[in-house]
């Protein structure tokens, strides 16, 4: 058994076929010409049917051989193998029509379009990212501009409702600050001069106590810049907090609670050996009994004791 013929492609089997088809008609032209006459329009009886049988035994020859043929590893028993179907399908043609001037034209209209919007892209994948970059810091630009316009605006409203605060804040210090007409006054003056003795009308006289309370406080450059700082107060933001019950609201309110708190803490100072600002008349009678006598563990733990029943009681 003898090995088969390899092919690479089909193509290869085809060209063996046409070329034995050419040599064919070649050997057919040489003993049989054509006829020379062109009266005779028809083809030669004898001439057609050798051709048709040279035809037919190139066929059979092939398809003889077929079977001793493997095309790129495909045998005449696969359905993919070319023979006979490729020699029995009509052979393809080319025709070649006249140049066309048109044409050639528009061809060339539509490389020179290509190239320009070859070049478009380019420029655009340059120009692209710097120009969307710009737009979008321009857009930041104005939109911080846009929230600082309406920042002043805020501290525009803050300013005006603060200078509002401030200006009732001073009418109404200076209309606490007027000191009242009493009506009812029971203090005379008397003065004694060379045995004249001279006394005078009832004067209005007014708690000296109330006025230096009344009297509004010199503040500091330093305060006053704290206070301007400061941006009024509304009254959904103030904190409002729980104080316990009603009666302890109303010790807070007439400073019983303050008192209560003011004494534990002088107790405390007294009882660590201190003394307490603003107490040196209270202290003084006590100095005696409060002096090195409390620096004994005993003597704090009775004052400490006595401090507990002092804040209990009250």
Same mark, same amino acid.
């Given at each position: 058994m003898h090995r088969k013929i390899e092919l690479q492609s089909p193509a290869d089997f085809t060209y063996l076929y046409a070329n034995t088809v050419a040599l064919s008609r070649q050997k057919l032209d040489l003993h049989l010409p054509p006829s020379a006459n062109p009266e005779n329009d028809g083809p030669d009886p004898m001439r057609e049917r050798v051709r048709e049988l040279v035809d037919e035994f190139i066929l059979r020859s092939f398809g003889s051989a077929s079977t001793s043929i493997s095309i790129n590893g495909l045998d005449s028993t696969s359905p993919q193998f070319p023979f006979p179907a490729a020699f029995t399908a009509p052979a393809e043609t080319v025709e070649y029509e006249p140049y066309d001037s048109? =044409?050639?034209? +528009?061809v060339t209209s539509l490389y020179a379009q290509l190239e320009s919007l070859?070049?478009?892209?380019?420029? =655009? +994948?340059? $120009?692209?990212?710097?120009?969307?970059a710009e737009a979008y810091s321009e857009q930041l630009k104005k939109? =911080?501009?846009? $929230? $600082?316009?309406?920042d002043m605006e805020l501290d525009l409203e803050f300013d005006s409702e603060r200078e509002d605060v401030e200006l009732?804040? $001073?009418h109404d210090q200076h209309d606490d600050a007027v000191p009242k007409p009493t009506t009812n006054t029971n203090?005379?003056?008397?003065?004694?001069g060379k045995g004249n003795e001279k006394t005078s009308q009832d004067i209005e006289m007014s708690d000296a106590d109330a006025q230096q309370s009344e009297q509004p406080q010199p503040t500091t450059g330093r305060g006053r810049r704290s206070r301007q700082n400061r941006r009024p107060l509304r009254s959904d933001w103030k904190l409002q907090v729980p104080l316990g019950t009603d009666q302890e609201v109303e010790r807070w309110r007439n400073g019983d609670m303050a008192e209560a708190y003011e004494d534990a803490l002088r107790t405390l100072l007294r009882l660590q050996g201190e003394m307490a600002v603003?107490?040196?008349?209270d202290t003084a009678a006590e100095g005696a009994t409060d002096g090195n006598a409390l620096a004994s563990t005993v003597g704090k733990a009775e004052r400490a004791a006595q401090a507990v029943d002092v804040v209990e009681k009250r």
């Amino acid at each position: 058994m003898h090995r088969k013929i390899e092919l690479q492609s089909p193509a290869d089997f085809t060209y063996l076929y046409a070329n034995t088809v050419a040599l064919s008609r070649q050997k057919l032209d040489l003993h049989l010409p054509p006829s020379a006459n062109p009266e005779n329009d028809g083809p030669d009886p004898m001439r057609e049917r050798v051709r048709e049988l040279v035809d037919e035994f190139i066929l059979r020859s092939f398809g003889s051989a077929s079977t001793s043929i493997s095309i790129n590893g495909l045998d005449s028993t696969s359905p993919q193998f070319p023979f006979p179907a490729a020699f029995t399908a009509p052979a393809e043609t080319v025709e070649y029509e006249p140049y066309d001037s048109r =044409l050639a034209s +528009r061809v060339t209209s539509l490389y020179a379009q290509l190239e320009s919007l070859n070049t478009t892209v380019a420029q =655009l +994948r340059r $120009d692209a990212p710097r120009r969307a970059a710009e737009a979008y810091s321009e857009q930041l630009k104005k939109a =911080l501009e846009e $929230d $600082d316009e309406e920042d002043m605006e805020l501290d525009l409203e803050f300013d005006s409702e603060r200078e509002d605060v401030e200006l009732s804040e $001073d009418h109404d210090q200076h209309d606490d600050a007027v000191p009242k007409p009493t009506t009812n006054t029971n203090t005379t003056v008397a003065t004694k001069g060379k045995g004249n003795e001279k006394t005078s009308q009832d004067i209005e006289m007014s708690d000296a106590d109330a006025q230096q309370s009344e009297q509004p406080q010199p503040t500091t450059g330093r305060g006053r810049r704290s206070r301007q700082n400061r941006r009024p107060l509304r009254s959904d933001w103030k904190l409002q907090v729980p104080l316990g019950t009603d009666q302890e609201v109303e010790r807070w309110r007439n400073g019983d609670m303050a008192e209560a708190y003011e004494d534990a803490l002088r107790t405390l100072l007294r009882l660590q050996g201190e003394m307490a600002v603003g107490s040196e008349t209270d202290t003084a009678a006590e100095g005696a009994t409060d002096g090195n006598a409390l620096a004994s563990t005993v003597g704090k733990a009775e004052r400490a004791a006595q401090a507990v029943d002092v804040v209990e009681k009250r």
